[in-house]
């Protein structure tokens, strides 16, 4: 059985193994957690690209970073 891990491709494998170690809590589209964009004050839910620094995104998009930004060094 090992044999037949070894012949699969690495990605594959490597593919396999993240699934293994993904703790138990899984989100849905339904609850995400949410934030408030600091920029244009609406809601924006959890992306998976933001996943390492979730504590640290403020703004839902790259427009809303760039006029907070603005706003910022205008004062």
Same mark, same amino acid.
């Given at each position: 059985?090992?044999?037949?891990?070894?012949?699969?491709?690495?990605?594959?494998?490597?593919?396999?193994?993240?699934?293994?170690?993904?703790? @138990?809590? *899984?989100?849905?589209? /339904?609850?995400?957690? @949410?934030?408030?964009?600091?920029?244009?004050? *609406?809601?924006?839910?959890?992306?998976?690209?933001? @996943?390492?620094?979730?504590?640290?995104?403020?703004?839902? /998009?790259?427009?809303?970073?760039?006029?907070? *930004?603005?706003?910022?060094?205008?004062?």
């Amino acid at each position: 059985m090992a044999r037949a891990i070894f012949a699969m491709p690495l990605a594959a494998r490597l593919a396999r193994a993240h699934i293994a170690a993904m703790p @138990e809590k *899984r989100y849905t589209k /339904s609850n995400l957690p @949410e934030k408030t964009c600091e920029a244009c004050g *609406r809601p924006f839910a959890w992306r998976k690209k933001w @996943e390492r620094y979730w504590d640290n995104v403020k703004t839902c /998009s790259e427009r809303c970073k760039g006029d907070l *930004r603005r706003k910022n060094r205008a004062v």
